[in-house]
């Protein structure tokens, strides 16, 4: 599905399938997604500003440049996700799932990671997490 620019902001998306749907540049800010399945989708440049997505399951999604200022990943599941690039200004990762993920850029100023599984995790500097 191709849902490039759309304006989603403040909509309730709690449990829905996004699977390989294509956000590039959308607006979620305060968007609810908890629960969301975004397997593979292009989240690339959207703005996920303040985002509730606890235990979201976004395995092998592309978030490269997004902005994820504030937003709640609590528990969610970002194996081998792209966040390169992205803004996670206080977002709170804790008790997510990071394996395989690459942080390479991103922006992780005040973000949250208690209980957070970073193996294989590619850092902000580029060393990956042992």
Do not use: C
Not at 20 to 29: C, G, I, P, R
Not at 57 to 67: I, R
């Amino acid at each position: 599905m191709d849902l490039r620019g759309i304006d989603l902001s403040g909509a309730n998306l709690m449990n829905v399938n996004l699977n390989y749907t294509n956000l590039t540049d959308a607006n979620l800010t305060n968007a609810n997604l908890s629960r969301a399945y975004l397997v593979n989708a292009n989240l690339t440049d959207a703005n996920l500003t303040g985002a509730e997505m606890t235990n979201a399951y976004l395995v092998g999604a592309n978030l490269t440049g997004a902005n994820l200022t504030n937003a709640n990943m609590t528990g969610a599941n970002l194996g081998v996700a792209n966040l390169s690039g992205a803004n996670l200004t206080g977002a709170n990762l804790a008790r997510t799932y990071l394996s395989g993920a690459n942080l390479s850029g991103a922006n992780l100023g005040g973000a949250d990671f208690i209980g957070a599984d970073l193996t294989g995790t590619i850092m902000p500097d580029g060393i990956i997490y042992p």
